[in-house]
């Protein structure tokens, strides 16, 4: 996902940066420029770099998955 994209998923997304204190918006299904920041500073804390930054693809979703429960 990236941003722009809208759905449950992005929910679940921000939800899940929420547990970590790196997202404090609203949680409205909406990939904004707040998650897109989110994100990437998630990825550069982790050491991610399969995927693009700002981008939740796979290997920053199964990273975020380990740490985190579905909200």
Request: charged residues 30%.
């Amino acid at each position: 996902m990236r941003e722009g994209d809208k759905g449950p998923r992005v929910t679940e997304l921000q939800g899940r940066l929420s547990q970590l204190y790196l997202y404090v918006g609203e949680r409205d299904g909406t990939y904004s420029p707040q998650v897109t920041s989110a994100v990437t500073r998630y990825q550069w804390a982790r050491g991610l770099h399969e995927d693009p930054p700002g981008e939740y693809g796979r290997e920053t979703r199964r990273s975020l998955e380990s740490e985190t429960t579905e909200p």
